[in-house]
């Protein structure tokens, strides 16, 4: 099957939407998606962008997509974090996930980048063995963090005044 990666352009953004969607469904969480293709647009191509993304195309139809922002590592420098890689179904097993997670290392690579880091859920073992055989590390004793806007501002509310 033929396909093609490329940088996502504002005219992606409703297919990245979609893509995005499709793997908050996949993770077991179809509800947990706040952002719009607005926020992509906004949020993704102003002068100091939040994230880049690549995209891949069948036929000039977008069916994967990898999302990346840039990081600083206290301990490592610039590094990169992989926020999403998806591909849509019908086209998995295609080579098109390894290929967005190619140029996304190349990218790295070239400049000069430390360290890519993401997060994979334990129970997605396709992932995880792919990961695994490029050469990834499975971190197993750090635990991720999250602070919601709903507990950031219960959170500040209550260090009010400190």
């Known amino acids: 099957m033929e396909f093609s990666i490329r940088k996502g352009h504002?005219?992606?953004m409703e297919s990245v939407y979609r893509l995005i969607h499709e793997l908050a469904i996949y993770e077991n969480e179809p509800d947990a998606v706040k952002i719009s293709v607005d926020d992509?647009?906004?949020?993704?191509?102003?002068e100091d962008p939040e994230f880049e993304v690549f995209v891949a195309e069948v036929k000039g139809t977008i069916v994967g997509m990898a999302l990346y922002y840039k990081r600083y590592s206290t301990w490592e420098g610039k590094s990169l974090h992989l926020e999403d890689l998806i591909v849509n179904k019908e086209y998995r097993g295609k080579g098109i996930g390894k290929a967005l997670y190619i140029e996304v290392m190349r990218t790295a690579y070239d400049n000069d980048i430390n360290r890519v880091e993401w997060e994979v859920i334990d129970w997605n073992k396709p992932a995880i063995n792919f990961y695994l055989s490029t050469g990834a590390t499975m971190i197993e004793n750090w635990n991720l963090c999250q602070m919601n806007r709903k507990n950031l501002k219960i959170f500040l509310d209550k260090h009010e005044g400190i």
């Open 10 to 12: 504002k005219e992606d």
């Open 40 to 46: 992509l647009i906004n949020d993704g191509f102003k």
